[in-house]
């Protein structure tokens, strides 16, 4: 299972999403040439050690345009900047 800094880490240090931090939420904003592309969020109050839902996960999988095994390789590395930018262009969103 993945957790929440598992994949905060991934998002942030392997793929350069940006954060922010607002209301009860923490926001990752993935932008090419200053276009938003993807964002999803975490809870604050989710701890970050704690393995993420499959549901939720899969509702994250869809905010970021890949499926929740994707999202999986991702945060595993076998699944690079590279390739996240062709999923991306295989569905028009850059």
């Known amino acids: 299972m993945i957790t929440k800094r598992d ?16 209301g009860n939420h ?5 932008s090419i040439e200053g276009r938003k592309i993807a964002t ?6 989710w701890r ?3 393995p993420i839902p499959k549901p ?12 929740t095994a994707t999202l999986k390789e991702m945060e595993g590395c076998t699944v690079g900047v590279d390739d996240y930018h062709d999923i991306l262009r295989q569905q028009n969103k850059i």
């Open 7 to 22: 994949l905060q880490s991934c998002l942030i240090g392997k793929f350069g999403f940006s954060q922010s931090e607002g």
């Open 26 to 30: 923490e926001t990752f904003t993935y």
């Open 40 to 45: 999803t969020r975490f809870s604050r109050g």
């Open 48 to 50: 970050k050690n704690k």
């Open 56 to 67: 939720i996960l899969s509702k994250m999988a869809n905010q970021l345009w890949v499926n």
